[in-house]
């Protein structure tokens, strides 16, 4: 039986890489301290309207500043717009640092926005810092504004007459001829966001850009989120000689969330009205956009459960409102970004409503046109439809969960493409005219490779191969992929990392790496980077690598996602378990010596793991983990958990803090002491706990690193001290 299930395992898929491996072993440094490892890909793809070219930013060899490039479908030449180096507003300027570029919609200018001096703190976005213009045509350029504080979401009116952006929480507007800027919005303040949002609706909602031009211009439509009753969160900086507290507002289970607004601004006359929400302003309104006509708006209302969403039209001419669809789960609703208006009033629309994500034609009011995809599988992305032809293209995990291809459908459902073949994780960036793509494939052998593509997925040339010949020269890890099925029997997805000489009749220990957490994935036929590297010089260490992708996770449908709803750790953590049995039954695996590792949601499974199934593993190293759930935003908590008050069983059952009494394997625990995600005190409770159940245990604090932990140095010592603890404990 034994020898039967390796068999299955190297013969389901089984991948070695780049051929002949090398005989150069890897380091930490190799991995975290160098770039030879570094992939390229191309930054801020900005397709022109003709869909005969794209713009990108690189770096200009000459003068070796950032510099704007354009390449040409037809031929793949390439041709720099403008560089840094020559942007100047007066002779002997240095070079123009930005950190952004955005085209007129006239595509005769272009807007720049200057690198900002330091990075904002608490910010989910990158910040902005001064606005300047840039004409193709005259080649001038000009400073649009000149303030210490930041601008933010600036873009150009559809008529490429005005600039609007946010500044200090308000909404201005720059007119180009006239070089005068009037503000719009006049309440901003520390706390009242207009125009971009608090710390949670970024972090947990995916959106910064809080406004909106109308089709013609002559309204902005924006959030307002006011943040007075959101409790408050003190960080502390230790690098100052009284300390330097950073207080958020940042909301946990059961707090009152910011108020949430939508305002209509007039251009013309400067007045703004607000659109009446309903009574209940304990609501969000997670999506907000104009329909394709210029008195419609719509958005996205999703009560405090997030089990129930509505899409509602707000008429400005008439102040109607309207309720086109509504969608209710018994656990969570999903919030997506596939709502698409056609010119002929028609929408597309993403569900999980029949148990699978799909996609979806509605009239304008609402009424079910078709159901477009259908099938056993997830509609991953949608990336447009092609209006003329009637056709939509998107990725989906119809052929297997651990790939992603990319599909094109008529809009009627009929005459159903997959235009990607080779297995792996594929994915596009569409021309606006649908004739051309930018396709992104990679796999666990094969780092991003970049091609332009014809609609039907024919290669026309190849932009960035990313062959990384060094790798060659390295001992490689080997991925192969397997199913195994747990004792309830639901059938798993795993993968597992072997050593070049792997050699059956010994045994080894098992490193597992698990993030777990709702709808994620990590046994992926896609390139890991810098993890597969780490893993693959534990490899070489004498360590199998494996995943499993526990009930919770993505890619397979509502009812193997959602069956986590309000008992968090649960079923991610029992599945983690039957992972570790599967690898007890194999052979080749000292049963005794199974170590688990993961950062956030993946530090919060490693920690359950090594108190409520200390049986099964022997240590674990959780970096930046949720201790427990109401320590976290309310957002993510509230959605998946409900609140403290409606579950309080939930919230007792599963907290990592609650089980520090059961540590027997070896620990080690790390967290950033300013992080603004998963807080310090997340961890700093759990030591408590340990220490007051007298366990005996490691940790690891970087003082001002947030949740990333960043900075190269830092990965260096971190990625070491992980190494070493396993080397030591496992």
Not at 3 to 13: E, I, N, R
Not at 450 to 456: P, S, V
């Amino acid at each position: 039986m034994k020898s039967y299930v390796f068999k299955a395992l190297v013969t389901v898929f089984i991948t070695v890489l780049f051929g002949v491996a090398g005989d150069k072993s890897l380091s930490i440094d190799d991995i975290f301290g160098s770039t030879k490892f570094l992939t390229r890909s191309l930054k801020a793809v900005q397709w022109m309207k003709d869909g005969r070219s794209f713009t990108f930013l690189d770096t200009d060899t000459v003068s070796k500043s950032i510099a704007v490039f354009q390449m040409e479908v037809k031929t793949g030449v390439q041709t720099m717009v403008v560089s840094g180096a020559s942007l100047q507003l007066s002779s002997g300027d240095p070079a123009f640092r930005f950190s952004s570029y955005q085209w007129s919609p006239d595509e005769k200018s272009i807007l720049f926005v200057s690198s900002p001096p330091e990075k904002q703190y608490l910010s989910r976005v990158t910040p902005a810092g001064n606005l300047f213009l840039y004409t193709i045509t005259t080649k001038q350029f000009i400073r649009i504004t000149n303030v210490a504080v930041p601008q933010y979401n600036q873009k150009f009116s559809p008529d490429s007459k005005m600039i609007g952006f946010v500044r200090e929480n308000n909404i201005y507007c720059y007119d180009i001829f006239s070089g005068s800027e009037k503000q719009l919005t006049m309440d901003g303040t520390e706390h009242r966001i207009n125009g971009k949002f608090d710390w949670v609706y970024e972090e947990e909602f995916g959106i910064s850009d809080g406004w909106k031009w109308s089709p013609d211009g002559s309204r902005i439509a924006y959030w307002q989120l006011d943040e007075h009753r959101v409790p408050e969160y003190t960080l502390t900086e230790w690098d100052s000689t009284h300390l330097n507290l950073v207080t958020m507002r940042y909301p946990k289970p059961g707090d009152k969330n910011s108020v949430v607004k939508i305002g209509m601004v007039d251009l013309t006359s400067g007045t703004t009205e607000w659109i009446d929400l309903g009574m209940n302003d304990d609501i969000y309104i997670p999506r907000m956009q104009w329909t394709n006509e210029n008195t419609v708006v719509s958005f996205q209302r999703l009560n405090r459960a997030q089990n129930t969403i509505e899409l509602m039209y707000y008429n400005v001419l008439t102040k109607s409102i309207r309720a086109i669809l509504k969608e209710t789960s018994d656990t969570w609703v999903e919030v997506h970004d596939d709502l698409r208006f056609l010119k002929n009033g028609t929408f597309l629309w993403s569900s999980e409503k029949n148990g699978y994500n799909h996609l979806y034609h509605y009239k304008s009011d609402g009424t079910l046109i078709n159901q477009i995809t259908k099938g056993q599988w997830d509609v991953d992305a949608m990336y447009g439809i092609d209006e003329k032809n009637e056709t939509i293209y998107y990725t989906s995990s119809e052929q297997s969960p651990m790939e992603r291809h990319v599909y094109s459908i008529r809009l009627d459902g009929k005459k159903k493409r997959q235009l990607s073949v080779i297995p792996g994780t594929h994915s596009a960036i569409f021309s606006p005219t649908f004739d051309n793509c930018i396709a992104t494939f990679s796999s666990v052998s094969s780092p991003p490779k970049i091609t332009m593509n014809k609609n039907d997925w024919t290669e026309l040339f190849s932009i960035e191969k990313n062959e990384l010949p060094i790798l060659k020269q390295y001992k490689l890890g080997t991925v192969s992929f397997t199913t195994f099925t747990t004792s309830d029997g639901v059938v798993l997805n795993a993968s597992i990392i072997t050593p070049e000489k792997f050699d059956s009749t010994k045994q080894y220990p098992v490193v597992v790496y698990t993030y777990g957490g709702p709808g994620s994935q990590v046994v992926k036929n896609a390139w890991g980077g810098s993890y597969y590297l780490w893993h693959s010089l534990l490899a070489e260490k004498g360590y199998l690598i494996f995943m499993v992708d526990n009930r919770g996770t993505g890619a397979r449908g509502v009812a193997f996602k959602k069956i986590i709803y309000k008992k968090l750790g649960k079923w991610e953590l029992n599945d983690q378990i039957e992972g570790a049995k599967y690898l007890a039954s194999l052979s080749f695996v000292d049963k005794n010596r199974i170590g688990i590792w993961g950062w956030s949601y993946g530090g919060y499974m490693s920690s359950m793991a090594i108190l409520v199934g200390s049986d099964y593993f022997r240590s674990a190293i959780a970096v930046a983990p949720v201790t427990h759930w109401k320590f976290y935003d309310t957002i993510y908590s509230e959605r998946f958990m409900g609140t403290p008050e409606n579950n309080p069983e939930g919230f007792t059952e599963s907290a990592p803090l609650n089980y520090a009494d059961k540590l027997k394997g070896r620990f080690l625990l790390i967290h950033g002491t300013s992080d603004d995600n998963v807080h310090f005190q997340n961890s700093a409770t759990l030591v408590s706990a340990l220490q007051q159940s007298k366990k005996q245990f490691t940790t690891m604090f970087y003082p001002n690193k947030n949740h990333g932990i960043g900075g190269t140095t830092t990965k260096i010592h971190l990625f070491s001290l992980m190494t070493d603890f396993l080397l030591e404990n496992l």
